[in-house]
């Protein structure tokens, strides 16, 4: 239990959560594109079909067994709980369907750096604006499509640092620190509180195309999470 992860194995690790968050795992999770467009075509707007489809979501994830149901089926590269990555693989899928629903190319490397900053809670405004790129509550997807590949490779090395950090030098058994639901998590449920404030901080990004949500002043505000 006290081997270290290393920043490399983090990246690794998110790679391969992402790969199976976009393609699904069989038996239990659907393509994004197929369960984005079911909450598409079944509201009459995209704001709704992202409500309906947070609210679902977290009232999925706080049932007791669900993430421990994950944890068989989902292979990584990296030696750590199950539950530590069943945790991480249902975030990280939230968050890549509602930048799917906002309209975002989940298959681009933009928008997979968004979705790992996302999952880590990093601001990026200063990345952003170093190299020139205009920052905005309205960022528009052609700005994503053209940062460009050294300003992506600087965000991810801060969410490796950030996960490593989080992760802590004892080793693998601090894992439980490193995204704050899993602390949470009781019997394989998760924290409601703080699956909210990512879904929260999704929604604003990809739906809103308001990228202060992973500005210095990340609010953790929940409100958006209410009735459709």
């Not at 992202?50 to 089926?73: D, E, H, P, R």
């Not at 590949?149 to 802590?168: M, S």
């Not at 949470?184 to 901080?201: H, L, M, P, Q, Y």
């Not at 604003?204 to 459709?228: R, Y």
Request: glycine residues 10%.
């Amino acid at each position: 239990m006290g081997a270290k992860i290393s920043q490399e194995e983090i990246m690794q690790l998110l790679d391969k959560l992402y790969e199976q968050s976009i393609h699904g795992v069989a038996k239990i999770s659907p393509p994004i594109d197929t369960l984005a467009s079911d909450y598409l075509q079944k509201n009459r707007d995209v704001d709704t079909a992202a409500k309906q489809f947070i609210n679902y979501q977290i009232a999925k994830c706080t049932t007791s067994g669900f993430v421990t149901g994950l944890g068989g089926l989902i292979t990584l590269p990296v030696a750590i709980p199950a539950n530590v990555g069943s945790v991480m693989y249902v975030q990280m899928r939230m968050i890549a369907c509602l930048a799917y629903m906002g309209g975002y190319d989940i298959n681009s490397d933009q928008v997979q750096t968004l979705v790992y900053a996302c999952l880590a809670g990093i601001s990026i405004d200063q990345i952003l604006k170093h190299a020139g790129i205009q920052f905005g509550n309205k960022f528009a997807m052609a700005m994503v499509k053209k940062i460009p590949g050294e300003v992506l490779t600087k965000i991810n090395q801060k969410v490796g640092f950030r996960f490593l950090t989080k992760f802590g030098t004892k080793g693998i058994i601090n894992i439980g620190k490193a995204v704050p639901i899993v602390g949470g998590v009781i019997s394989g449920g998760f924290d409601f509180a703080e699956t909210k404030i990512i879904a929260n901080r999704a929604y604003k990004m990809f739906i809103k195309g308001d990228l202060t949500a992973l500005s210095d002043g990340d609010s953790t505000d929940t409100e958006i999470i209410q009735g459709v």
